[in-house]
């Protein structure tokens, strides 16, 4: 079984879009809680979300390629 090319991009970029929505969401979160609220933490933490969406985005895609 082959991914269609057009809407799998959607898909792909929907995806990412909800795992970095989620990912901020935990960060919002410990925000509340009192972690994290100075310039540099929140810098640095704008990186890792990106890379943490991006990883889960793609080892979902992996998962689901190899199971369909």
Not at 29 to 47: C, F, I, P, V
Request: aromatic share 14%; hydrophobic share 55%; charged share 10%.
């Amino acid at each position: 079984v082959t991914l269609d090319q057009g809407w799998s991009r959607e898909v792909f970029g929907f995806t990412l879009a909800l795992f970095l929505h989620a990912a901020t969401g935990v960060r919002h979160l410990l925000w509340d809680w009192g972690y994290g609220l100075n310039k540099e933490a929140a810098t640095r933490t704008s990186y890792w979300l990106i890379g943490i969406a991006v990883g889960l985005t793609v080892l979902t895609w992996i998962g689901i390629v190899v199971l369909v």
